[in-house]
């Protein structure tokens, strides 16, 4: 016998059973993007190196370690996406969605990372995320935060919290940036490799180190608040007075700077403790410098994009989703029963009850065979079509989960019938 290929190392199938918590992740996130006015968007899952090079930015984890790149056979470099948002511009730019309007979007899929796998980090994962385009307001900022909060209350999760920050106007980053690059320069010693490696290139990213014998350091690092202009605090305090006002709780953590290069004014994580290390379960902000880095006229951008694989383990540790059955009804042949009919009966009752669960029986099998199968599959009924049932125009229920008798019905009752029992 041939090797079986086991899957890529932290890559992951999702098998039938998990199925009930992906769709309810991602049906109540389509209805809820959408009550709010979002509209889809797919991109391809494989874009030029250069646009994720220049976007994300060269000195940041994703680009410098995680992507997966290749040449392909024209020599061009090609990578898988590993975030979704710098497709969403590039698209949008693309197709004139950008210019001089507003724009909501969402998206769901697969992203691709090769970072070390564990719980809720894996090499293939889903984010569900939401862009916005051209509306420069805390008000989008405060809009997406509320779509989030709705959304882990729609899914009956309550052990989520959020953790906002400032990074102020590009020109308050980039003072800020001397401030610290100063500050870490003074302490060199103690810096470790890859804080050094930042330090000129991306200092911010030092403050969002997970090395604890940095954090003394870090916390005696220069304040990003104290740097802020008095543009960039309005701009906050109206974030925080619409959150104030709408009752969402928060904390303004001051160490937050999302890993990537373009982020400013506000960012934010929502961060449970359920799930052990892997917590965030939401980063978002503003990066109005993106569509600018990308080849468009400046615009205003904000985002968020959440861990699918985070938040179903949520679902499943909380119990939060029921699976529902695979099959309602089950459909046999007995005796020399003729498979024509019963798949035209199938037929006729799927023209009218288009949302009915029904499996017909396949690969022929004695009756109690037959039986044994629609048992397993979880229906409740079983209609059986025999010789006699045909003779005569009828079919025989036979209900699988209840004490109760047989009964034998006309083909032109089926439908009433079946309604009214599994209503
Ligand atoms: P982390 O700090 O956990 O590495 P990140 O800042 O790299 O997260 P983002 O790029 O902001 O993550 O992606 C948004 C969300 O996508 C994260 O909050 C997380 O829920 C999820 N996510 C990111 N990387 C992975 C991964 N490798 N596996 C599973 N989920 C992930
Ligand atoms: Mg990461």
Redesign the pocket.
């Known amino acids: 016998m041939a090797d079986q290929l086991p899957v890529i190392r932290g890559m992951h199938d999702i098998l039938p059973a998990d199925m009930p918590a992906w769709y309810r992740l991602e049906d109540e996130y389509r209805m809820l993007v959408e009550s709010y006015g979002y509209r889809q968007i797919r991109t391809p899952i494989i874009e030029k190196t250069a646009l994720f090079a220049r976007s994300i930015g060269v000195v940041t ?2 680009v410098e370690k995680e992507m997966y790149s290749f040449d392909d056979r024209n020599g061009d470099s090609l990578s898988l996406r590993p ?1 979704n948002t710098a497709s969403v511009v590039r698209a949008g730019l693309q197709a004139g969605l950008l210019h001089d309007q507003q724009q909501r979007l969402w998206y769901c899929g697969p ?1 691709f ?1 090769h ?1 070390r796998p564990q719980k ?4 293939q ?1 889903h ?1 569900l995320g939401a862009e916005t385009f051209g509306i420069s307001g805390a008000d989008i900022e405060a809009e997406l935060i509320l779509l989030a909060a709705r959304f882990w209350k729609r899914l009956g999760l309550d052990e989520i919290d959020l953790q906002i920050n400032s990074l102020g106007s590009s020109q308050c980053r980039q003072r800020y940036r001397g401030l610290l690059v100063e500050y870490f320069r003074d302490h060199h010693s103690e810096l470790d490799e890859d804080s050094r490696r930042r330090l000129e290139s991306n200092p911010l990213r030092i403050l969002d180190s997970k090395n604890s014998d940095m954090q003394t350091l870090i916390e005696a690092a220069p304040a990003m608040r104290d740097s802020l202009d008095a543009e960039s605090r309005d701009h906050f305090s109206e974030l925080t007075d619409i959150l104030d006002q709408t009752g969402v709780s928060y904390q303004v953590n001051q160490r937050l700077v ?3 290069d373009y982020y400013c004014h506000t960012v934010f ?1 929502w961060v449970t403790e359920t799930l052990g290390a ?1 917590g ?4 978002g902000g503003r990066y109005d410098g993106l569509v600018e880095q990308l080849g468009g006229k400046p615009n205003f951008a904000a985002g968020f ?3 699918s ?2 938040l179903i383990s949520m679902l499943i540790d909380q119990q939060l989703a029921p699976a529902e059955a695979d099959c309602d009804v089950y459909l046999l042949m007995r005796g020399t029963g003729s498979v024509a009919r019963s798949q035209q009966l199938a037929e006729s009752i799927r023209d009218r009850m288009p949302r009915l669960k029904l499996v017909v029986h396949a690969g022929a099998g004695s009756f109690k065979s037959q039986m044994r199968k629609a048992d397993k599959s979880g229906a409740q009924v079983a209609i059986i079509l025999g010789e006699s049932e045909m003779a005569a125009g009828t079919v025989t229920l036979k209900f699988l989960r209840q004490q109760r008798q047989q009964a034998e019905v006309p083909q032109a009752e089926i439908v009433t019938r079946l309604a009214a029992l599994l209503e």
Do not use: K, N
Request: proline share 0%.
């Open positions: 984890d994703i975030e992203m990372r970072e809720g980090r894996y090499r994962f984010q999302r890993g990537l994580e892997q965030t379960v939401c980063g994009s959440m861990g694989e985070r």
